[in-house]
């Protein structure tokens, strides 16, 4: 039987990873199945975007989408955005990252319901005018580590900001989340706030739209991973909701604006004429 456009589950598009033509070897497009199943999980139909060099045809997949997931992957190459190589990028195949690019594009035009995850919230990032650090232990010397070559289940606690997708997702829960990055967000994009980032370092974990037209999730961390807790996997589930409630209003649910600190007018004056206290939030 029909069924009307709001009453059907929602349609979220994926892209996927991409390994080139090599030899005789033929391009082979993929993904990690726990991006399908989060998806699915959380009530929503997958629908797969390949790398595909006829970029029309995309386009015409993406008329049929309510929202769409932007996976990780290896590093965007800085050249493409005006920087040098650092010695430690290691970037993704070129024809990737040309295609993701062009689809961020034009989701961001669409206002299509994105969730980017790992490298999907840096190039969500860079693609609305924002920038990387291109490698954290040389760029912020004091971070903590947030890669480690040798535990693929590395984790670190979060701190989030009230009333964002973030807080409906752990609420008061201790929260600790995959950390598998080396790169992160510099200069956060027009129209978007932080809404997580890692204790005692402040490096960005999660950005999320300021904008009523656009939901736009990005998240540093990686909760489709094998080392995500069962509240990590709830980003899905907010996001896919986020997804069903967007496409019946055409508004954001999530818009949200951060709780500032209360101060008495004492504490004002002291914060004032200390000037050890003004250091900058990275």
């Known amino acids: 039987m029909f069924r009307q456009q709001n009453?059907?589950?929602?349609?979220?598009?994926?892209?996927?990873?991409?390994?080139?033509?090599?030899?005789?070897?033929?391009?082979?497009?993929?993904?990690?199945?726990?991006?399908?199943e989060g998806v699915v999980d959380a009530g929503g139909v997958?629908?797969?975007?390949?790398?595909?060099?006829?970029?029309?045809?995309?386009?015409?997949?993406?008329?049929?989408?309510?929202g769409i997931v932007f996976v990780g992957g290896g590093d965007l190459d800085p050249r493409n955005d005006g920087f040098m190589l650092h010695p430690y990028t290691r970037p993704m195949p070129s024809e990737r990252e040309k295609f993701d690019r062009m689809l961020m594009r034009e989701v961001a035009r669409r206002r299509l319901p994105v969730l980017a995850?790992?490298?999907?919230?840096?190039?969500?990032?860079?693609?609305?005018?924002?920038?990387?650090?291109?490698?954290?232990?040389?760029?912020?010397p004091r971070a903590f580590p947030h890669r480690d070559a040798m535990d693929p289940h590395h984790r670190h606690g979060l701190v989030i900001e009230k009333n964002s997708l973030l807080d409906r997702v752990y609420g008061d829960n201790d929260v600790r989340v995959s950390s598998l990055h080396h790169m992160a967000v510099d200069d956060v994009a027009p129209n978007f706030l932080v809404s997580a980032r890692?204790?005692?370092?402040?490096v960005v974990e999660a950005i999320e739209s300021t904008l009523d037209d656009w939901l736009a999730v990005g998240v540093q961390f990686h909760p489709e991973s094998t080392a995500a807790s069962v509240l990590d996997r709830r980003v899905f589930n907010e996001f896919v909701k986020g997804v069903d409630e967007f496409r019946k209003t055409g508004r954001n649910p999530f818009v949200w604006t951060p709780e500032k600190p209360k101060?008495?007018?004492?504490?004002?004056?002291?914060?004032?004429?200390d000037y050890s206290s003004d250091v900058a939030l990275i």
């Open 263 to 273: 101060r008495s007018a004492q504490s004002e004056k002291s914060r004032k004429n």
């Open 46 to 66: 997958p629908d797969l975007f390949p790398y595909c060099k006829n970029f029309d045809v995309v386009l015409e997949k993406l008329d049929d989408l309510d």
């Open 198 to 202: 890692c204790p005692g370092d402040n």
């Open 117 to 140: 995850i790992g490298v999907g919230m840096q190039l969500l990032n860079v693609e609305q005018g924002g920038t990387l650090f291109l490698h954290i232990p040389d760029d912020i």
């Open 7 to 36: 009453q059907r589950k929602p349609r979220v598009g994926i892209n996927m990873a991409y390994k080139p033509k090599r030899d005789a070897v033929q391009g082979v497009s993929y993904l990690f199945e726990s991006y399908v």
